[in-house]
């Protein structure tokens, strides 16, 4: 139980373009996701908090803008990171909240070129 | 914001050895959970172990079992009978049970010797 998806698991896109990444809880229901990235060989850095029917609290330093969250069901968050950059390259990781614990998923490597 | 700390970059043991992880957190808070997630090379996140503040019995994993001393808020991670498959980068995070938001160690890589 308590299994998380991302799609996709990498992209590559052009700078300027928006790129779409969505995180599913699987078999169960998750009313609180969260978006993190991570660079190679560092530790997990809390982008946002999405929560079910209402907006994403983001966290100091995170543009709203730039990353938006939208958590429409019970299941689905997916985050957008809108006119890519180069420095927007990362590995981006979803977790939900199920009960006590996050479950994570695969993460997305995202290659802005 | 809680603070984390992971004092060693790099852990190496042999296989069938153990081997111990530290983490070490600051709170004021009473009531908070503490878990270790690992990180193999493939990326996935995966919960190992999880303890709640409120208990005084330190939880076990099969080979996986912790060390937690509230009072001097110290929270490390035992692997026994190490296996190949242990090899992984190993995440310490603390969550306050009053908000879902993990904060997370540095991490610890975990080298295997066969």
């Known amino acids: 139980g308590a299994v998380v998806s991302q799609h996709p698991s990498r992209v590559i896109c052009k700078s300027g373009t928006s790129v779409k990444i969505e995180c599913r809880s699987l078999?169960?229901?998750?009313?609180?996701m969260f978006w993190y990235r991570q660079f190679p060989k560092q530790s997990l850095m809390l982008m946002a908090t999405?929560?079910?029917?209402?907006?994403?609290?983001?966290e100091q330093g995170v543009e709203k803008d730039k990353f938006l969250i939208n958590h429409a069901s019970l299941t689905l968050s997916t985050l957008t990171v809108t006119s890519a950059h180069p420095e927007d390259s990362s590995f981006y990781i979803c977790?939900?909240?199920?009960?006590?614990?996050?479950?994570f998923g695969p993460g997305t490597r995202l290659l802005v070129l | 914001a809680q603070t984390v700390t992971q004092s060693q970059p790099e852990m190496s043991v042999q296989e069938a050895e153990t081997v111990t992880l530290s983490c070490t957190y600051d709170?004021?808070?009473?009531?908070?959970?503490l878990f270790w997630y690992k990180q193999p090379p493939s990326r996935q996140m995966i919960l190992v172990i999880r303890?709640?503040?409120?208990?005084?019995q330190n939880a076990t994993e099969n080979r996986f079992s912790v060390n937690f001393q509230k009072a001097a808020k110290s929270f490390s991670l035992k692997i026994s009978d190490s296996q190949l498959g242990d090899a992984a980068m190993y995440f310490c995070a603390y969550r306050s049970a009053y908000d879902y938001k993990l904060s997370f160690g540095a991490g610890t890589t975990v080298t295997v010797r066969a």
């Open positions: 303890q709640e503040a409120y208990k005084q």
């Open positions: 078999d169960f229901q998750a009313t609180t």
């Open positions: 977790s939900a909240k199920g009960g006590e614990t996050q479950y």
């Open positions: 999405s929560n079910e029917g209402s907006k994403a609290t983001y």
């Open positions: 709170t004021s808070e009473s009531d908070y959970y």
